[in-house]
């Protein structure tokens, strides 16, 4: 879980650090051309105006990467670490996960579950459960429902979810 965190922000680093290496390197061409160190007439071949074009494509490659990694900020999961020591590590499957949701949503009258994810940020594991309500109070189910997987995970795995995130996708009064 953490893992995968860091290898996303340490990609991030060198996709933004690749990128402002380039961009400097773009600007001090563009200064020593400006101040006269290198004569125009001396860039006016295929090879220079290529070279140029390609650092510009890789340029905004990198940049729209590291953008892209800026702004994602979840990531699906498979599985969830629980205790990690030197030699040893205890981990639940997502599907575990799924099966411990859908049973608990089941038990309700009136919800069923639709949809479980797992998603991981800086804050910690988000879960999200898609649900559908039929005549049912909406807020108290909902705060039902939270709080019994709040309380199974606790209870079952030592484990709390950094949030739970409900989306009704279907309520019938």
Known sequence: MKG?????????????????ILAMILIIILLV????????DDLDNNLVKGLFVTLAIIFALLAITSLVFLFINDDAIKEITLRS???????VSILAVRKMVKNTCNQIAGVKCKGIKLTVSEYG?????????????VEQ???????????????ALSFEFSAI??????FVP
């Open 125 to 137: 594991v988000k879960l999200k459960i898609t649900i559908s309500v039929k005549e049912r109070d």
């Open 85 to 91: 020591e030197t030699a040893e590590k205890t981990k």
């Open 141 to 155: 189910t909902e705060k039902y429902i939270r709080s019994l997987i709040a309380d199974l995970f606790k209870n």
């Open 33 to 40: 051309i400006a101040y006269g160190g290198i004569k125009v």
């Open 4 to 20: 995968e965190v860091d290898m996303k922000r340490n990609l991030e680093r060198i996709f933004t650090t690749a990128a402002t």
């Open 165 to 170: 995130e409900i989306d009704i996708t279907q």
